[in-house]
């Protein structure tokens, strides 16, 4: 049943069977509502919210079940940013999360979203000075959402840069340099990032990490690499003939 239940499972029958969104909609909330009553299925009861809020496709479609359903959806968001971060990556454009900026009694929620999908730590710490009371009032731990800050924070550095020296993490993360280590280690265990650690030179290599947002400055981030990569193997191949015409010219 656990695999019948799967979120993709489900939306492909739907589509099979021709269910229209509003009944796609209503079973997707039923499903959501049935993980949360076995509580133990946090992540899955996400699936199913994020799921639901697909399938409003207009603003004007947006109504008090779809604003309660984005409200939890989003505390669900803040509280694990990580898990199903590929699922929540892009849940700003949903027209039933974006109503909740508009919502007097939501709208600091959406702020505090919107720092957790693309801000740092910085702008975390900044919210809080004004608008603190929206973790109680969410039930959202201020140390876990810190921890998790830290780490997504971390991401967008290493989206910005190839090696990045300690200092830069540390002063990212507001810790000490002698923690830099054990941050880097838990974004990498959390799949969140690919890197080496030079602890002679004290630098961080990235290989690979997740992009919390891609606009117009990370297509030009990514046009510079291009053009780096592509002036480097220019530069490897024009060695290789060079050392193939001298080897190819000896007697």
Same mark, same amino acid.
């Given at each position: ?36 009553? @076995? ?12 799921s ?19 409200k ?8 694990? %940013? ?8 892009g849940?700003?454009?949903? %027209? ?5 900026? !508009? ?61 990045? %020296? ?11 340099d002698s923690?830099? @280590? !054990?941050?880097?280690?838990?974004a ?17 290599m ?44 000896? %007697?």
């Amino acid at each position: 049943l656990g695999d019948v239940l799967d979120a993709a499972n489900v939306k492909k029958m739907t589509e099979d069977w021709g269910v229209g969104r509003a009944g796609q909609r209503k079973l997707y909330r039923a499903i959501a509502a049935a993980f949360e009553m @076995e509580g133990n299925s946090t992540a899955r009861r996400q699936k199913f919210l994020l799921s639901a809020l697909g399938t409003y496709a207009e603003a004007s479609e947006v109504d008090a079940d779809a604003l309660a359903a984005a409200k939890d959806a989003a505390v669900g968001a803040i509280k694990d %940013p990580v898990t199903l971060f590929a699922e929540q990556r892009g849940m700003l454009l949903l %027209p039933a999360v974006a109503a909740l900026g !508009n919502n007097p009694a939501t709208k600091s929620l959406f702020a505090l979203l919107q720092i957790f999908q693309e801000g740092k730590l910085e702008d975390f710490e900044s919210f809080l000075k004004s608008n603190e009371a929206t973790l109680a009032e969410n039930g959202l731990s201020k140390d876990d959402c810190t921890r998790n800050m830290r780490l997504l924070s971390l991401c967008s550095l290493a989206a910005e840069h190839e090696e990045i %020296p300690y200092s830069a993490i540390a002063s990212t993360l507001h810790v000490e340099d002698s923690e830099v @280590e !054990n941050w880097v280690i838990a974004a990498v265990s959390s799949g969140l990032l690919s890197a080496k650690m030079d602890q002679l030179q004290k630098v961080v290599m990235v290989e690979s990490c997740v992009v919390r947002k891609f606009g117009i400055e990370q297509w030009k981030a990514l046009q510079s690499r291009l053009h780096s990569w592509k002036k480097n193997v220019k530069s490897v191949l024009d060695g290789l003939e060079k050392s193939q015409a001298l080897t190819q010219g000896k %007697p």
